[in-house]
């Protein structure tokens, strides 16, 4: 079994030169599904294939008792790692896109034909646990899957983002259908915010009023000079990436699976 000291993120030394910062991890918490966070390295996404299996036999055996499935990187150039990454006989899969916007040039992108038809007002974190808990589970009902990528806030996440003012019910004609907040989040190289939740309740979907919610956000965050909106979006979200391409953020990077031949993945 592993030791304590075992869980925590270390510093590898790899034998063919170079180092990585790695962790154990369990997608969604699950005990069946561990894999290792590559959070830093110095191992280029071109370099020889040489030395990418170096690597992942280096992180094999430390964290044999682990019994790993999966590595998991981040890469600014998705597809071309991908590309590189195949060719040296690694599985690939994207995990979530990166996507991210100044918010100055944001606020200056054309407006969504809903635009007008959307309002945002202050709510009570509370409330806006109660719908976010229910749009989640209604999605879930649908595709359990939804859970691996998309949980809701917690209460106690809420309440910091009412406290900051980042915290918003969408109104549409008066009526709530939806919660959208953020919260200031510096990471990835980048200074501003993080989306935390953008949901519309199951009757108004499909309606685009979630790119002109975001469009109203643009204007009511508090954002200075070179602040950046950025979220991680899981590739199966199809809704939420498409809208956060429409209202002008892009992908600047991503989180990839990687699985090592020989590696067990699940």
């Known amino acids: 079994m592993p030791d304590a000291v075992d869980w925590a993120n270390r510093l590898l030394t790899l034998p063919c030169g170079g180092w990585a910062v790695t962790g154990i991890r369990f997608r969604g918490r699950d005990l069946t599904k561990p894999f290792v966070e590559i959070a830093a390295h110095d191992v280029g ?17 430390a964290y044999a008792p682990f019994a790993p499935g999966r590595l998991q990187v981040f890469t600014s150039s998705p597809d071309s790692a991908r590309v590189s990454l195949e060719a040296f006989g690694f ?5 979530t896109y990166l ?20 309002t945002l007002a202050p709510i009570s974190a509370s409330a806006a646990s109660r719908l976010a808990e229910r749009v989640h ?11 691996l990528w998309s949980t809701p806030q917690t209460l106690e996440e809420f309440d910091e983002h009412a406290a900051a003012g980042t915290l ?8 709530l259908v939806g919660i959208i ?11 501003g915010f993080t989306v935390a939740e953008n949901v519309i309740d199951a009757p108004h979907r499909g309606q685009k009023l979630a790119p002109a919610a975001m469009q109203h956000l643009f204007e009511m965050l508090p954002a200075a000079d070179g602040d950046v909106l950025w979220g991680t979006i899981h590739p199966d979200n199809t809704p939420s990436l498409h809208n956060a391409l429409r209202v002008g953020r892009e992908i600047v990077g991503a989180h990839l699976w990687l699985t090592p031949a020989g590696w067990p993945g699940w």
């Open 45 to 61: 996404d071109a370099s020889s294939g040489d030395h990418w299996h170096a690597m992942a036999d280096e992180i094999a055996r």
């Open 91 to 95: 599985q690939t899969e994207v995990d």
């Open 99 to 118: 996507v991210a916007g100044l918010i100055r040039e944001l606020r200056e992108r054309p407006r969504s034909t809903r635009f007008d038809d959307v």
């Open 137 to 147: 589970d209604d999605l879930a009902e649908q595709n359990p899957e939804t859970r």
């Open 168 to 175: 918003f019910g969408i109104h549409l004609a008066g009526r």
């Open 181 to 191: 907040a953020a919260f200031r989040w510096n990471a990835h190289g980048m200074t």
